[in-house]
Antibody, heavy 119, light 110 residues
């Protein structure tokens, strides 16, 4: 069946880096744009970044520009989020999500991975 | 990148209908057809319920419907059932390759 499985979360000190992964299976990963969406504890959803199906374009929310990098490896069916200069306000569950037809809605989500930024 | 405005809570009795609003601006909800709604149960990933304002993915009951008027989108849940109790989030494309979510509405089935 189609699924997304995130990994790489954990506790990290402010200013340090962390890389999240999202393994896709059960569908043609190379045909879909992919996003990262986060949710701080007890808070709402927040869009983080998108990468086009072919990796040609990448866009970010303002608060993570210059600190986060989204990428994908089609040979491994895996999406990544490289996070650097982490701040306390980046603490959240990070979900990867599949974008259908580039219409900015997400029909498949992973279960999420928790990132905690704390000293 | 301001969040869309949703009421913090909504409620209804089993069998009743409830409508959740999602208010934005001409730069997001009012300007595009790319409004979506997600259901999230505690500790679970969000689930797509409505996309492109009023389209339902396969498998979503037709008790869920969406609409939009001006800068405000709405999700209506008819024939409320206990399993509908969850958090609901709207989202809208906001131009310049950016997406905004609403703050979320906690739906309680009384």
């Amino acid at each position: 069946q189609m699924q997304l499985v995130e990994s790489g979360g954990g506790v990290v000190q402010p200013g340090r880096s962390l890389r999240l992964s999202c393994a896709a299976s059960g569908f043609a990963f190379s045909n879909y744009g992919m996003h990262w969406v986060r949710q701080a504890p007890g808070k709402g959803l927040e869009w983080v970044a998108v990468i086009w199906y072919d990796g040609s374009y990448k866009y970010y929310r303002d608060s993570v520009k210059g600190r986060f990098t989204i990428s994908r490896d089609t040979s491994k069916n895996t999406l990544y989020l490289q996070m650097s200069s982490l701040r306390a306000e980046d603490t959240a569950v990070y979900y990867c999500a599949r974008d259908t037809e580039g219409s900015w809605y997400f029909d498949l989500w992973g279960r999420g991975t928790l990132v905690t930024v704390s000293s | 990148q301001s969040a869309l405005t949703q009421p913090p809570s909504a409620s209804g009795s089993p069998g009743q209908s409830v409508t959740i609003s999602c208010t934005g601006t001409s730069s997001d909800v009012g300007g595009y057809k790319y409004v979506s709604w997600y259901q999230q149960h505690p500790g679970k990933a969000p689930k797509l319920m409505i996309y492109e304002v009023n389209k339902r993915p396969s498998g979503v009951p037709d008790r869920f419907s969406g609409s939009k008027s001006g800068h405000t989108a709405s999700l209506t849940v008819s024939g409320l059932q206990a399993e509908d109790e969850a958090d609901y989030y709207c989202s809208s494309y906001a131009g310049s390759n950016n997406l905004v979510f609403g703050g979320g509405t906690k739906l309680t089935v009384l």
